[in-house]
């Protein structure tokens, strides 16, 4: 599951003269950090450690049960500088009460409604195949509180990780992410992979699923790598991102959330 889009709102104000292409040093520095995140993902799978995050701070499942998200950043810089770029990388967790994981999961994976489950962000999606854990599909994304007429469209790729009947987890991934300059406009066009204003350079995901205490705890980790922020205006800049990577995330759980209550009361339905 992917769930970072909106910061495009904030680098879409800026001038479209600040325009940078995807660097080799910058695409390096994102593809070691995925794999430190996948490395700590199977940690996790140890006997000895803690499968959720939440485990290891026992006072956020209180929060849970009692109806509030819990989202944080991950590590102490974030975003994290990277030579020409900034990794963003948020947690967030929900807990969903009467739910089952079968239900989760059929929301996740039913990419053709994405657009329905995230209407602010979600312009079009399409799932292109799914082959037993493996999943294909297409997204069509804008920030619709962005000043200039900018999408992404993407292909990106999902496998999920049955670990047992109660608990999943699943890694998603942008396999590529273009530029619709102007879009909606006279002179629309799509821009080539890694070129133009670097909004979003790549995306990452990984998700854990937990069926217990009544319902199923959903836990999202969510990465992109951008374009850095001129110094000159990095200041005002980097809270205002923040904010948004975190609402962002906060929009997709309770989305997430809403779209399951729907499945699953309509599976109690009499037929």
Known sequence: ??????????FSALPAALASDLRTETLSAWDEYIQAANASMLERLRPDRSFLWIEEHPHLAQQLH???????PAGDANPKHVPSGLIHHWIGAIFLPNARISDV???????????DYYPSAVLASKCLGQNGADDRFSLLLISKMALAKTAIASQDQATFYELDPRRWYSTS?????????DYGGPDQHLLPPDQGH???WRLYGIARYEQRDGGVYLEMEAMAL?????????????PLVRRLARDSISTTLRRTGEAVSAVSEAMMQPR
């Open 105 to 115: 999961l059929s929301v996740v994976r039913d990419y053709d409604h994405y657009r």
């Open 173 to 181: 991934s942008s396999t590529r992410i273009q530029e619709i300059d």
């Open 226 to 238: 951008s374009r850095d922020i001129p110094a000159p205006v990095r200041w005002f800049v980097d």
């Open 198 to 200: 670097g909004y979003i």
């Open 1 to 10: 599951m992917i769930s970072i889009f909106r910061w495009m709102a904030l």
């Open 66 to 72: 009692s109806g509030n998200l819990v989202i944080a």
